[in-house]
């Protein structure tokens, strides 16, 4: 070949090697050295991106419904006490029971529980009210004026709640073992919710009759009103005989009353005799 020849041949090869690369699409000349990318050095990766936390929609703002936190559950106090005195297996049990039991507000202030006094094996159980003044103090039932009035009552019946003998005996007890502020009569939501303990109490008494004293406890254990009409009627609660008297307290503002609370005594006493 000869020099020219030669010349013209490199020239044409080197135009159509341009030709392909502007084909290619190279368009700028950036190294006189071509660059093998498949022997260049691993790139260094990037560390993770930790994902941003989600935004809190504010309160109210966001758009998001505000959702208010549970409410506590609702406590129904007389369920409540019902399962606590089903519970209690004996008298002791059952003023613990009770010395535990919060959801009466009544026993807030008062100074102590008032559970009972006498002879729980007596044949006679006495209910009354709720205690006063003087027996918050005392701790006992019926140890004030109207007390002594009933102690004088009932001795004038061979009966007492200090004797020895069940039979002369007589075990006395309330409806509400806390003093209600001011002397009140307890209303009917905390007589419902003492109700259950009265029962218990009964129940582990055992007594042969019942003599409930005032409206109260004739509440508490016929559901009715009306003691000055219901006196001296004998009837049935839970199972027992039962005989309403009117409340000592009332013979103290109203002494005529007391011939009939005599005839009421000595009924009960005509019934211990079996006469
Ligand atoms: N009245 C009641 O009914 N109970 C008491 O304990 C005292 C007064």
Not at 9 to 25: N, P, R
Not at 124 to 149: N, W, Y
Not at 184 to 202: C, G, Y
Request: proline share 11%; aromatic share 4%.
């Amino acid at each position: 070949m000869r020099l020219g020849e030669q010349i013209e041949g490199d020239w044409a090869a080197s135009l159509a090697a341009l030709a392909w690369q502007l084909d290619c699409g190279v368009d700028e000349v950036i190294g006189d050295a071509g660059l093998d990318r498949y022997d260049l050095p691993e790139p260094v990766k990037p560390a993770a991106a930790v994902a941003p936390a989600p935004p809190v929609p504010a309160p109210g703002r966001s758009g998001a419904a505000f959702v208010p936190p549970p409410e506590p559950p609702k406590i129904d106090p007389v369920a409540e006490a019902r399962g606590v005195a089903a519970r209690a297996g004996s008298l002791e049990a059952l003023r613990e029971a009770l010395e535990a039991f919060d959801l009466c507000d009544l026993r807030k202030g008062a100074r102590s529980l008032v559970f009972a006094d006498g002879d729980p094996a007596a044949r006679v159980l006495i209910l009354g009210e709720a205690p006063g003044r003087e027996e918050d103090m005392a701790g006992r039932p019926f140890v004030g004026r109207a007390g002594q009035l009933l102690d004088r009552m009932l001795a004038a019946i061979g009966l007492s709640r200090t004797s020895p003998d069940p039979a002369a005996g007589v075990y006395i007890t309330n409806v509400m073992p806390w003093r209600p502020p001011g002397n009140r009569d307890p209303d009917e939501a905390e007589i419902a919710m003492m109700r259950p303990f009265v029962e218990r109490h009964i129940a582990l008494a055992d007594p042969e009759v019942i003599v409930v004293m005032g409206n109260t406890p004739l509440m508490a254990l016929t559901g009715t009103r009306g003691i000055v009409r219901a006196r001296g009627s004998w009837t049935q609660a839970l199972g027992r005989p039962l005989l309403p008297m009117v409340h000592p307290a009332y013979l103290l503002r109203n002494p005529l009353a007391k011939r009939e609370a005599w005839a009421d005594l000595l009924a009960l006493q005509a019934r211990l005799r079996g006469t």
